[in-house]
């Protein structure tokens, strides 16, 4: 792909009505991307049907949600729940008797992970076993899905896996270095690619990110088979990063944050979608803007990208509802602090002769630099300190004007998709967030 393939005009088809299914592929914690999809299937008078990825219990065995988990979980979503495990990824998972994974980590130590070395015929029976277990639990969850679904509705399969990390100490110290450190505590991201943890990690994302994706295409051949047959349609949507444009001097351009260690296994997920769309399934990957989440604050300055939302909302409508979210965010700085000369700071960021280099679409997902660390960094340590509250940030306002803008994009797009792989960059965000508040 050479350049992004955005998506510049609003969607106004929808095919699904009440009655018709909606199906989250992944389990709803806290306010993500998946809960503006979920509300909008819910205004359409769609029957919610979630799963679980299920709990680890003491012994690290994945088991089903208690009554009282299960009761909790659909009272968050909003529906049924199949309360089948579908925890992704393989670390966690061996053949029996022998170790995961996580336990042949969990030796490592910030001095010597860079030279320890893995056994990978073992970790390659540790993910066979993983993904023969996830693939068993989507054959079950499908058969009960099956019989869930009635022959005259249409079904929206939303998949909302992603992650992969494994838990061992070692790498959080590793990860504090890389997307937090500059100066002395700066590490190049390539030091973990090229180590064998890293290999391990990049496997492991593909596994929950990706590869979840074609499991939950192929798991569900027969209901789409069937759906299709009676006359209605399927639609599969995955959430997407692979930058995004913003207002950068004046116009749209794409940037991204560096270094997005799963930006691979985000690659791999377009390529299911792309080949899914050939053989004739509407599936899209919906590449969606940097925002802040509990995921997400790891890594420092991906935040960044958010303000130019704000001057975005004003070129695609100027409506008092924009100026009222300008207000809101002065609201949040410190006194003598404009927001004014927050986004100058952004835009003196975003021009920087660093940033520039990292707008290399072709080079993505690239590695940082302790150049790009030091400015990266320090800007967003700088802009933190312009608000009176580190718990009430600008940014964090408009990720959940972004989460609202991305629910109805995705939801009426899905209905007559134009392609496999979409950008939803601030340009349409900011016209789908001033069309909603227009009235």
Known sequence: MISPVALRDI??????RKG???????????RGYANGLVNDAKKAGMTIIGITVGRRDENNSLRKLTDEELAAAEANLGGRIINVPLMAGFDLDAPEGTPTPTDMLADMTLKSWQEDRLDWAHIERCREAGVRRFADSVAEVMEKLDGMI???SNVFFAHTMAGGIPKVKVFLAIANRIYKGRGERFMSSRALLDSDLGKLILMNFDEVTANTFQHLIDGSAAIRSRIEKAGCQVRYSA???HGTEILIDGAYQWQTYTNYTQGYAKMRLEDIARSAWEKGVKATVYNCPEIRTNSSDIFVGVELS????LKALQKEGDGVWANEQWKACQALLQEGVSLVSLLKKIEDYNVSDVMKKFRDFAAWPMDNSAELADVMIGTSEEITHMHVNRNELVAG?????????TGPLMFHESSNPSGPVLWLNHDIIA?????????
């Open 397 to 405: 306002h408009l990720s959940s004007l972004v989460l609202d803008g």
């Open 431 to 439: 016209k789908q967030l001033n069309l909603m508040h227009s009235s």
């Open 239 to 241: 959430y997407g990063y």
């Open 306 to 309: 958010l303000f130019p939302l």
């Open 150 to 152: 009635p022959d005259d």
């Open 11 to 16: 969607p106004k088809t929808n095919i699904f």
């Open 20 to 30: 018709d299914v909606f199906v989250l592929f992944g389990e709803l914690f806290g």
